[in-house]
């Protein structure tokens, strides 16, 4: 927003994460961030004091939206700790613009607190991709505004402060709030969808000696089912994906409406099962893990961010380390987070040094560097033969020229 041109004024309760924005740092590796957060404009500055609202016309609301403890259900009480926390603060014809991604329902709730001081309140969905987020931010690819009925100020607000990416003539829908709450969870619900369905297919290869990959090709071609998001793999992870589809049932259970969602409980099953076929391969390939040494190329959920929150890595790396293995795990960027969450695996930076005496291989995160590894220089490093693709993301015929035994998923 700052580098769009507003003064902008960052508020989170982590005295921490502020310390480290005000010196220009991100508390996260996300590529782009750095060179945003230290341009020279002056226009944007970072508090834990919610009185620093009290200069703004337009407030966003991005908290967490996590699953509750023991439930299925998202926990709501960061948003409206933070709707609650800003009342004071605002005043008649002030914008509070929701992004966080909350159950069908919630936005109306809220506008009836916000309502109470005069202000506005619009929901406007936060589709951005962790890796990609700055220029999704910066060039989004839609934009949704789900306002009350009665109301006729917002919108041309709201087109102000987005005025510079609606000029490249993106799409700008503007609908009821429920809409705009289902058109984000309906997106990952459907993304989710799409990444299991290939892992299901990976399954039904895996029994018959088919090839998920080809197969993914060839269904790609139809436009109408298209190639991206049909990697078979270890699933989907991450701070979204999971939560949002659990939240979307338990919503829909409350709705009345369990068999309509109950196709993304299966959804979720065949995606958390994934992550066991991956440390069966090893089992496979093993036998029993105690004393072996696994290394795990690959952290984050994805590549080009840090971010372990539910990552299959992190959890394949966990469930190997519990069944006796000796796992050392590398990452460009997540170690620190991983070693957070994880304390109870090795770490090391260096990919070399982590091959060195290993039994195993497990590619756990697309990052381009593994790809690029040359399986022959690899094989001079480590005594590991065996390398588990868990992403299909490596070229097999290369690696098993070079002397390992390659497993993929869904592939053979
Ligand atoms: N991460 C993504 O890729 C992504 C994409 C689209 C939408 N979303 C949605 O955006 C929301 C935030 O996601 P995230 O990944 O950034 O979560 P996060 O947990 O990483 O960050 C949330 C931040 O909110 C702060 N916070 C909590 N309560 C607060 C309060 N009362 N006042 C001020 N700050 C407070 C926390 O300290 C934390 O820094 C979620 O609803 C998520 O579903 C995330």
Not at 5 to 12: F, K, P, R, Y
Not at 185 to 197: C, D, E, H, Q, Y
């Amino acid at each position: 927003m700052a580098d769009l041109g507003h003064t902008v004024v960052g508020i989170d309760t982590d005295q921490a994460k502020v310390d480290l924005l005000s010196s220009g740092s991100a508390p996260f590796f996300e590529p782009g961030l750095p060179e945003l957060l230290s341009a020279p404009h002056g226009r944007l500055r970072f508090t834990t004091s919610i009185k620093e609202a009290s200069g703004a016309s337009v407030h966003f609301i991005a908290v967490g939206t996590p699953q509750i403890a023991g439930g299925n259900a998202a926990d709501l009480s960061y948003v409206d700790a933070a709707i609650e926390a800003l009342l004071p603060h605002i005043a008649p014809g002030h914008l509070v613009v929701g992004k966080s991604t909350v159950p069908v329902g919630t936005a109306a709730r809220l506008a009836e607190r916000v309502a109470t001081t005069g202000a506005r309140l619009v929901w406007n969905p936060e589709f951005l991709r962790e890796g990609f987020a700055v220029s999704d931010t910066i060039s989004p690819d839609r934009i949704v505004y789900g306002i009350a009925a009665d109301d006729h100020t917002s919108v041309p607000q709201l087109d102000e402060v987005y005025a510079a990416p609606l000029s490249t003539g993106l799409p700008r829908i503007v609908t009821d709030y429920a809409t705009a709450e289902l058109v984000k969870v309906s997106a990952n619900a459907f993304l989710a969808t799409k990444i299991s369905f290939i892992n299901a297919m990976a399954e039904i290869a895996e029994a018959t000696g088919a090839d998920v990959t080809t197969l993914a090709d060839a269904i790609g071609h139809d436009v109408r089912i298209g190639r991206r998001f049909l990697n078979a793999g270890m699933g989907f992870g991450g701070g979204c994906l999971p939560k949002d589809i659990r939240a979307f049932q338990a919503r829909a259970d409350e709705l009345g409406l369990s068999s309509t969602l109950a196709f993304l409980g299966h959804m979720d099953q065949i995606n958390l099962r994934r992550r066991e076929r991956a440390v069966q391969l090893v089992i496979d390939e093993l036998g029993d893990l105690g004393g072996r040494r696994v290394v795990m190329l690959g952290l984050a959920f994805k590549p080009d961010s840090d971010d372990v929150r539910d990552s299959p890595a992190l959890e394949v790396a966990r469930r190997l380390h519990a069944l006796g293995a000796l796992v050392v795990a590398t990452d460009p960027e997540a170690i620190p987070s991983s070693r957070r969450s994880a304390p109870e695996l090795d770490y090391d930076p260096d990919v070399r040094t982590a091959l060195r005496d290993a039994d195993a291989i497990v590619l756990a995160t697309e990052w381009p560097q593994f790809r690029s590894l040359d399986p022959v220089e690899v094989a001079s490093w480590t005594t590991a033969r065996v390398i588990i693709d868990g992403r299909n993301y490596l070229d097999a015929d290369a690696w098993r020229a070079a002397g390992f035994t390659y497993r993929g998923m869904g592939r053979f």
